[in-house]
Every structure is written in structure tokens, then in C-alpha cells.
């Protein structure tokens, strides 16, 4: 097996700058989709701490990162979805974090950049309520749209606001797995 044949291939539209001001819809799975956040009962989300957590750390982002600003958003037990809305390059309070190798590029001020710090913020403050510093929090990867008009943005705030009243019928819903 060559070394290539290891490397993923990328879910993100090709020759596509994510560091562009526009509108973005993400989702971001947990590891193994455990459902780590909490539980939905009577078409509510209940959150359990790692679900405050990660509702905090989304709410907190803005003021992290001057160009982001938040729209819908919502933690089901084993994911989240949330819009964010990116405007020109502008102050950024955190560093970004330091390229490994082993790890693609991340351009600063992009979509990644903020899932990333998202991601990394979330685990961090998971694993220290667990007390299982370095055990996956989330699985690799996320899911995002480029939202191109209102009416797109109307309708995924609406697919937002009404998910966890549709759990039942949720693809990451591990009761309708295969």
C-alpha cells in the first residue's frame, strides 16, 4: 500500500476559499455518534453537562473570533448543527493552533479554523468534566453547506429549530441506524 492510499478524500467543494465572508450550515458529529450530549423526551432536547458544554463553547466563539457571528444552532445528544455567519477578516483574540504534520492545513480565518476551535474547545472541557483527558470526543470530520439566499437560510434555521422535535426520524439517531 503507498503512502497516498491512506489519505481520505475531501468532502469540502474543491478550489472553494472557506475563509470567504458568506453563511455556512455545519454538522459536527460525536465520536462513534455516542450520544454524549444529552437526550431528546417529548420532542425536547434535554442536555446532559457535555451538552452545556458544547452549547457554551458555541455561544462563545464570537468572542473568540471577531469575523464569526452565530445563528441557529442546536445540540442533539449526539450531534450538533449550527449556522455561522463569516464576514471580512478582521481581529482574532485566540492564536490559531500550531500545523502538526500529520495534519492537512487549516487556513486561519476559515471555516475550518472555527470548527476546529470549536472541536478542540468542546473536548477539552468534556473530557475534563469526564475525567478522561485524550478519549475522542468527536469523530473526524464535519458536514457543511455554503448557504447561498435567504431562502436557504430560512430553511435550514427552520430544519435547525425543528430537530429535535423530528428526532424520531434523524439519520444520526442511533435507533434508525442499519
Known sequence: MTTESHHRRSIRLPKYDYSLPGAYFITICTFQRLPLFGEIANGEMRLTPHGHAAQDCWRSLADHFSIVTLDAFVVMPNHVHGVLLLTSVGAQHAAPLPQQPSKPHVAPHSLGAFVRGFKSAVTREVNALRQFPGVPV????????????DDELNRIRQYIIDNPSKWNEDENNPANFP
Open 138 to 149: 468527536w469523530q473526524r470530520n464535519y458536514y457543511e453547506h455554503i448557504i447561498r439566499d
